[in-house]
């Protein structure tokens, strides 16, 4: 089993289509835009055809302003640095749904979501920026890709293991050992790193948007208010804890400002 999972981590590591331009690392992703980006689009049409839009509202307004703001940034910063026409696929599109999860979501090409939950927790224009940062670097990033190639590998996984195990006892015993240490030992890792990603690339756009990067520590200071410290062990999670989080937001809040000022930003909202 632990020969097969490390089979496994190894064709993650090395499985590599693209480079992030934030990041200058290879990423797994072996599903092209041309292929996931058709339906991520129809996906993000029928979730908006099942559920209540909020249009015509300061809160919407926001939303969609400070969207546009943070997608021109990152356009900006691409450009700049070598990427013209890197998002020439992406549609970009910001909605408010009425709901009262505190949570807000990008699908690939650029289709976000925040829900009504969320907008107390954000609390101002700068607390949306911090959010609205990161869930466009998720984007940017192609984490959606990412998520559904490692997915792939995962059963990938199981299904060499079955082949390979004739056995019906010890396939079951595989079964249930490989679940669980792909789930905690591979994809659970993978999913945080993409969270940390996204929150260090979020941080830099919303900089160069002219929005205080230091924002996104005090609003994850208000996520872990309400959620009332009742998140699970960070090793058994798809996200850094809160704490983690903040600590790494302090730490490279000011390399996000000092970025934002080559593109000629010298103050920022709060």
């Not at 015509?56 to 969609?64: H, N, S, Y």
């Not at 609390?123 to 609205?132: F, L, R, S, T, Y």
């Not at 993978?190 to 996104?216: C, K, N, V, W």
Request: glycine content about 8%; some cysteine.
């Amino acid at each position: 089993m632990k020969r097969i999972l490390l089979i496994v981590t190894v064709m993650m590591t090395v499985v590599a289509c693209k480079t992030n331009p934030f990041t200058g690392k290879k990423t797994l992703n072996f599903y092209p835009n041309s292929q996931i980006f058709p339906m991520a689009f129809a996906q993000y049409d029928e979730f908006l055809k099942e559920n209540k839009v909020v249009e015509g509202t300061e809160d919407a307004r926001m939303v969609t302003n400070v969207g546009q703001k943070i997608s021109a940034a990152a356009e900006r910063w691409l450009t700049a640095n070598g990427y013209p026409g890197y998002l020439k696929d992406y549609r970009w599109e910001y909605n408010l749904v009425k709901d009262d999860a505190v949570n807000a979501w990008a699908m690939p090409g650029g289709k976000i979501v925040f829900y009504s939950g969320i907008m107390p927790i954000a609390k101002n224009e700068a607390g949306v920026a911090a959010i609205m940062g990161h869930e466009v670097a998720h984007a940017l990033a192609d984490h959606g890709a990412q998520r559904m190639s490692a997915g792939t590998l995962q059963q990938l996984g199981a299904v060499a293991g079955n082949i390979a195990i004739s056995d019906p006892e010890k396939r079951n015993v595989f079964n249930q050992a490989y679940g669980v240490g792909s789930t905690v030992g591979v994809m659970l890792p993978f999913s945080r790193s993409h969270e940390t990603e996204a929150d260090r690339i979020g941080l830099q756009i919303m900089a160069i948007a002219g929005y205080d990067p230091m924002e996104a520590a005090d609003l994850w200071r208000r996520m872990k208010a309400e959620s009332g410290n009742a998140a699970p062990p960070e090793f058994l999670s798809t996200h850094p804890s809160n704490d983690t989080r903040i600590n790494n937001i302090e730490k490279w809040a000011p390399l996000a400002k000092e970025e934002a000022r080559k593109f000629g930003v010298t103050s920022f909202k709060s």
